[in-house]
């Protein structure tokens, strides 16, 4: 059953497409370096997957929530599948695949809460433009789609080119960081790279203001219209064809920093659903990945809407940098003119 104590705050539906795996953590000191091996640490799994990670996030934050994503038919898929339906979100369209066991993921948390990852995709792979045909209704509805790149990015393009053509805007996790054609930037309402994958993708490394502005620039100029560059605890670069500006973060001691981009994205989605504007989306996203890091796992350090609006009510509020001719609105692809996101 969802759970009661987090209203959904509005009927319209967030889509997401996605991953789904299971976590396999330890903890450790430090990340060990090749050919070493570190001795003691806890160990303990957690549901993850940066596509479920997502839906949860939004969903814990007060979304109506749909997943379209593939596991497998064994004991991590029948896990996943639970801890979805707990947390409220529709599963209607994750699929059970014969043949590839569910996706796992091997974990090591430092002590300062950096993290190193290594994937295993299973039924993540074989979630295809078929699954998205099946769900096309889910995503023609819904408020946004949120995606990501843990499964083929065929499919992520099929289901970017089945939201433009119903008018449904697209934001687009780059992560894991991969080679991404313009014929799918062109179809994103809002890119969300972190300093890392906005470097990999222009070749600008983000060292400071202008390296984030710059870098933005390149992305939009291959026909993205918004970019969030996330930058951990420092905030968020928003860029458009109105300007830039940095949106502050939040300090809080961080304890694992694995699903922090994941928890930003899913409560970005809501926050925009909801009608608020660009600048306090981000600032809902912000507080929820900042809350996230404070625990361990992926989807356990999901806060509830709850917690968020009482985090961002005791928080010092973050003092914004100034702000560069900043236009609050977001293109949907195949329309002709900009949907304006409410204040």
Known sequence: MPRKSEPRTRARSIAVIGSSNTDLIIRVPRIPRAGETLLGGEFLTAAGGKGANQAVGAARAGGKVALIARVGKDAFGDQAIAGLRRDGVDVRHVSRDPRAPSGAALIFV???GENSIAVAGGANANLSPTDVKR????????????AQLETPLATVMAAA???ASAGVPVILNPAPARALPNSLLKLISILTPNE???EFLTGIPVTDDAAAAAACSQLRSRGVRTVILTLGARG???ADAGGHELVPGFKVKAVDSTAAGDI???ALAVALAEGKSLRQAVCFANAAA?????RLGAQPSAPTRTEIERFVGTASKPTLRSKQHFRESVHVPGKSSLR???S
């Open 110 to 112: 430092a002590k300062g």
């Open 135 to 146: 769900a096309s209704g889910v995503i023609r509805s819904a408020a946004w789609l949120v």
């Open 161 to 163: 080119r089945v939201a």
């Open 196 to 198: 890392t994958e906005a």
């Open 236 to 238: 968020a670069f928003l």
């Open 264 to 266: 930003f994205n899913g």
């Open 290 to 294: 900042a809350l996230s890091v404070t």
């Open 340 to 342: 304006s996101i409410a």
